[in-house]
């Protein structure tokens, strides 16, 4: 059969080779949306205020674990109890119980910290003082600095109530301006996103006693979505007025003798509770990226309503059956893996009998009498509270999840007779007992349902095992062993940083245990930098403590820095000066690679990078800087081709590391391939274009003719010069370098270096043969300029982020460093070391850090000027390990009797 002119045309293979691509990339996308929409979500950081005194999540625990009672009778602040107290419920007006859950000290609020002036903190709703306070607590136990937050798209979910304080005021004063924005919800959420600058959603929840955890799922959704990068989600409620105890009460709603006994027979309505939970969201694939302590798992969340029902404030059984499933479904998680619920549990005769139910009805299948679903609820310690209920409850599961342990739920003696205990898989935790898993992952559910009919449901998961082991794994192999450590503290006035002295020396001195490098690693990275400031050297943690005693008596000791740092105090600009060849040796930074986590890693990456290139796959870089046989020959490290890249690995793995303890360079200046490194860090080039360059430049000076000669000699550029210039030797020798005002390096031809280095000898200059490869920035670099140019050339340029003093030009380098022929010229003209140190002093520098393996640059920095000028830092010296420094502390004067010279070390 002929085939058809059509149908030759059509090649029906190709077609349907590309239907089946674009179908495999429909599924892949369609994937990654599904997985999007389940991704997990990890909680980074929370802080509280609940009742018994708890203004932490350590100080929850210990209320938990000891099973404290923290109901109390209502503070004469609040209301006059004997005046609103009558045990008849049906006594107009009154309240028929005496107690409540209550925090203490809400009329404390730092106005000033916040940018609040006095007229309007007066007029603003303490539910509104105490987020704000507890929201930047949560952040700083996440490690992140409220003020990084600045214009992030991070989110804001809380659950609020209407307020009782713009009551009391309208009793005592004329409304004005400040009344809305200090007591209206959403002006609460809004200027917590105003205060530290948050671009992501904000909404104010209520939804009665499910709004903190409606809030949660909110949050959830909107990570999930990329609304927000980060987010803040829980809960506040404070009981300033008796007006809605009044209405409780006389809706028979509160337990007369002020307890919350839930699922107990003696159950008899719930207890008035306050107080604020905060907690701090991300999205889990980026927190495990950031490498964030990570203190559970959000797996799922959901919500419903329970429409029509036995009554508005009745709560529906099917209803809350179906949030929890959902849940689960949204979580991907079978029933059977949850082992521990933490019931909405009020303690009323009709409210613990349906939710009972209803847990049964949804675990009855995976669990059993045996292997009983344990549950238990918050509020039997710190009473209902409402709208930061659910906060409360999800808070109390992490801190199990952490310990591993069940806390005991109160008031359960005898169990409600209307609850079928023998027929459902459940179990009251009465005792603190160890959280058992039998080989699984821990899961918990959290529920909390509103009396106005919307219930929400959140499956919670212990942190990622692997996380777990990652953790302990990096901090034995970075734990580096230093003598000293800094201690940095600051705040926003005198007084409130000795109230911060006053916390660290209460919790070193109950907390014996932990370590003096976690302390301040702590304190000088996850706090936010103020202008009192104080810094403590200190080898040891009584060492610190006794320090810290010192400066609250206002002792002076050795260590003790303090002082206030004002708009006109002086901070110092630091020049990150990067070191040239000649200073290699083997095991150079050997120690920090076995112990440094950020160090190791820039080698490794190094490493895979120049693998890829054809002169160093015959060798690894680890293989040239630390030989394992431990032999400390440098044949081939000396090796130009060689060199050169392994000093770039070496300097570029030393600038991440200082980078990563917050050491920031305002300047870059290198010395010949040391600015190579340089232009790497300040974006003129990718780290792989950066590697290839010099690797190629090595390259093809290892491959010129050995020979040629080097000679340091002790006099000026213009002496030398006149030397050439008088023995007419300028075409076989140059200038290489000009490293000082009488420090100048000439390059060249053998016989031709060495004449000249007799003639300054004999005029009483002193030299010194310098031991090279070849007479590099010589004549003799000519014959590889035309070949280097044309892989200079496949570069792709950026000009510099950071500013760069030129080696070419002796000052701030211009556009012309981001093209192929400054870096020929780079490889030909002197180093102009000396002009260029001169430019950093006349822009105002004075703290010098070399990023290399051996102190030299600062030594020839010195000469370049005046003795009195400079701070000088080394990063290595051949053997020793340089002290870690502290991390990201904020400024802190160099010493008692100097000026307020600051430095941000």
Known sequence: MKESKSSRSVNYKTLMENAFLQIEALKSKLQTIENQDKEAIAIVGMSCRFPGGVDSPEAFWELLNHGVDAITPVPSARWNIKKYYDPDPDTPGKIATRDGGFISQIEGFDADFFGIAPREAQSLDPQQRLLLEVSWEALERSHIVPDQLFKSLTGVFIGIG??????????????????????????????????????????????????????????????????????????????????????????????????????????????????????????????????????????????????????????????????????????????????????????????????VRALGTVFGETHSQKQPLIIGTAKTNIGHLEVAAGIAGLMKVVLQLQHQQIAPSLHFKQPNPYINWSQLPLQVSTQLTPWQTNGKTRIAGVSSFGFSGTNAHVILEEAPVKVKSQKSKVKSQDELERLVHVLTLSAKTETALRDLVNSYQNYLKTHPELGVDDICYTANTGRAQFNHRLAIVTSQQQELVEKLRQYQQGEEGVGIYSGEFTDDTTVPKIAFLFTGQGSQYINMGRQLYDRATTFREAINQCEEILSRLDRLQETSLREILYPADGSSNSSRLDQTAYTQPVLFAIEYALFKLWQSWGIKPDVLMGHSVGEYVAATVAGVWSLEEGLQLIAARGNLMQKLPAGGAMVSAIASESKVRETLQEMALEEAVAIAAINGPESTVISGEVEAVGVIATRLESIGIKTKQLQVSHAFHSPLMEPMLAEFEAVASQITYHQPKIPIISNVTGVQADQSIATAKYWVRHVR?????????????????????????????????????????????????????????????????????????????
């Open 162 to 355: 209407g307020s009782d304080y713009l009551n009391q005021l309208a009793t005592f004063e004329i409304p004005h301006a400040y009344w809305g924005t200090g007591n209206v919800p959403s002006a609460s959420t809004g200027r917590l996103s105003y205060t530290l600058g948050l671009t992501g959603p904000n909404m104010a929840v209520e939804t009665a006693c499910s709004s903190s955890l409606v809030s949660v799922h909110l949050a959830c959704q909107s990570l999930r979505q990329g609304e927000c990068n980060l987010a803040l989600a829980g809960g506040v409620n404070l009981l300033l007025s008796p007006k809605f105890s009044i209405v409780f009460s006389q809706a028979k709603m509160l337990s007369p003798d002020g307890r919350c006994k839930t699922f107990d027979a003696s159950a008899n309505g719930y207890v008035r509770g306050e107080g604020c939970g905060i907690i701090v969201l991300k999205r889990l694939s980026d927190a495990m990226a950031n490498g964030d302590n990570i203190l559970a798992v959000l797996r799922g969340t959901a919500v419903n309503q329970d429409g029509p029902s036995g009554g508005l404030t009745v709560p529906n059984g099917p209803s809350q059956v179906a949030v929890i499933r959902k849940a689960l479904e949204n979580g991907g998680v079978d029933p059977a893996s949850v082992s521990y619920v933490e019931a909405h549990g009020t303690g009323t005769s009709l409210g613990d009998p349906i939710e």
């Open 829 to 905: 003209q002197p180093v102009r070391f000396a002009r260029g140190m001169k430019e950093l002093h006349q822009q105002g520098y004075d703290t010098f850090l070399e990023i290399g393996p051996k102190p030299i640059l600062v030594g020839m920095g010195r000469q370049c000027l005046p003795e009195e000028i400079g701070l000088w830092l080394p990063s290595l010296r051949p053997g020793k390990i340089p002290s870690r420094p502290p991390w990201n502390p904020p400024p802190v004067p160099l010493g008692k009797g100097e000026s307020q010279r600051m430095l941000r070390f």
